[in-house]
């Protein structure tokens, strides 16, 4: 694995560049950044794990709403709130992501993106771990309409709490309350609030600019794409981790470059990327297309070549 690995991006220009997803050590240069980083990134898999088991209270409430009264609409006041602290648990957990994503983007994108995440390997996997994240949290939270379903009712009951006067003990009032219903009610809040944070970044930031980010991305789904490719990993799971870091990529990268990712000269071998996700026969590999679809902005621009619009639309 420690050989280099080339990639041709949309212009055609050969690069060269290894991220060794298996085996990244922090630098010394990296430690600091990389020990922070990873406290949030820690905490993933428990989060998706809880999202992927959460139950939702829809019995509880239905029962409140057709046979309303003291019995069932405080069975399901009771089931609720442990919900809505889980989900707050999540929003949580977006808001800390949206604290480190930046120091990455600075680490890695301040100087030249492809020799810092050459000689940053940590932290380019950390960069991936976003991602890898990311999509898989969005992937499970659009398919599971009870996080809506029981934030919504909890919303209603609170505000008739709050006129009847019995709403002393509520830990998520109104401010905090209306943030999580605008997080939630997107289809992929996280992949939003990485886009919004990056796009903040670059107009506050100017240290860094928004080329070396594009750069980075570009380089980082491209790397991937060529890694998967050419059957560099035995293992499923990290080919699927590259897969997804891919696509967050260029999703981010769709999102904060002025032409986008489809266009004809654009630095991403988006043809490649789309094929590779097509031949990928797994269960994540139809979400996974879907994020291109429905989360890119600039797919159905008139500067998209069709062949791309019908590769990636066509099933």
């Known amino acids: 694995m420690g050989q280099l690995l080339s990639f041709i991006n949309g212009n ?12 990244a050590q922090p630098s010394d240069d990296e430690r600091e950044l990389h020990k922070t980083v990873g406290e949030v990134l820690n905490r993933g898999p428990a989060i998706i794990d809880k ?23 405080d069975a399901a006041w009771e089931a609720v709130l442990p919900s809505v602290d889980q989900l707050q648990e999540f929003y949580d957990f977006s808001l800390e992501l949206e604290t480190c994503f930046p120091k990455l983007l600075v680490a890695l994108c301040k100087n030249d993106p492809k020799s810092s995440l050459s000689n940053q390997q940590a932290l380019a996997k950390q960069l991936a771990d ?45 401010e905090l309350a209306n943030r999580m219903s605008l997080f939630f009610a997107y289809p992929t809040p996280m992949m939003k609030v990485l886009s919004e944070t990056t796009v903040k970044f670059l107009s506050q930031d100017t240290t860094v600019p928004r080329e070396n980010v594009t750069t980075a991305l570009a380089t980082m789904a491209n790397v991937c794409h060529d890694m998967v ?20 990529s260029i999703i981010l990268f769709d999102h904060i470059h002025p032409q986008g990712a489809f266009v004809k000269k654009s630095s991403i071998n988006i043809k490649g990327c789309i094929v590779t996700l097509k031949e990928t026969n797994t269960s994540s590999s139809p979400g996974l297309l879907n994020a291109l679809r429905f989360t890119t902005i600039h797919l159905n621009d008139v500067e998209t070549p069709g062949a791309i619009k019908q590769l990636l639309l066509l099933d």
């Open 12 to 23: 055609d220009h050969a690069e060269q560049i290894f991220l060794d997803f298996e085996n």
């Open 51 to 73: 999202l992927l088991a959460y139950a939702g209270c829809n019995e509880f409430i239905r029962r409140a709403i057709t046979n309303p009264g003291p019995e069932t609409e």
């Open 130 to 174: 976003i991602f890898d994240f990311v999509l898989k949290f969005d992937d499970a939270k659009m398919v599971n309409p009870a996080i809506q379903n029981d934030f919504s009712y909890y919303r209603r009951t609170l505000n008739r709490m709050k006129l009847s006067k019995k709403d002393a003990n509520i830990k998520i009032r109104d």
């Open 229 to 248: 490719e050419k059957k560099k990993f035995n293992n499923e799971e990290i080919n699927m981790f590259c897969l997804r870091a891919m696509v967050g």
